[in-house]
Nanobody
Framework: QVRLVESGGGLVQAGGSLRLSCAASGIIMSFSSMGWYRQAPGKERELVAFIPSSGRARYADSVKGRFTISRDNAAKKVYLQMDSLKPEDTAVYYC??????????WGQGTQVTVSS
């Protein structure tokens, strides 16, 4: 059974940093694509960052140069380093996994709030 558990969210002032972590279980990490999505109140869920099993990471234009996604296959973790945070980054952030069979899985989410 696939399980994704996010941590690291919280309240931070604009310009600050947070590091989100996602602990995965029930997956073969090295064969899986991982990512982070977010959903702000009243808005649709949007892709923030995506890192395939091999190849380069991709980012939403709104976070390029500020956010960095990374993965540790041995530890079965994926991270999102968020720097220079803005109030518009406030959202619930979800860890995402796509397995080799193209099945999608989501964590429960972690709240990130950026105050101005």
């Amino acid at each position: 059974q696939v399980r994704l558990v996010e941590s690291g969210g919280g309240l931070v002032q604009a310009g600050g940093s947070l590091r989100l972590s996602c602990a995965a279980s029930g997956i073969i990490m090295s064969f899986s694509s991982m990512g982070w999505y977010r959903q702000a109140p009243g808005k649709e869920r949007e892709l923030v960052a995506f890192i395939p099993s091999s190849g380069r990471a991709r980012y939403a234009d709104s976070v390029k140069g500020r956010f960095t996604i990374s993965r540790d296959n041995a530890a079965k973790k994926v991270y999102l380093q968020m720097d220079s945070l803005k109030p518009e980054d406030t959202a619930v952030y979800y860890c995402y996994n796509r397995d080799p069979g193209r099945n999608d899985y989501w964590g429960q989410g972690t709240q990130v709030t950026v105050s101005s």
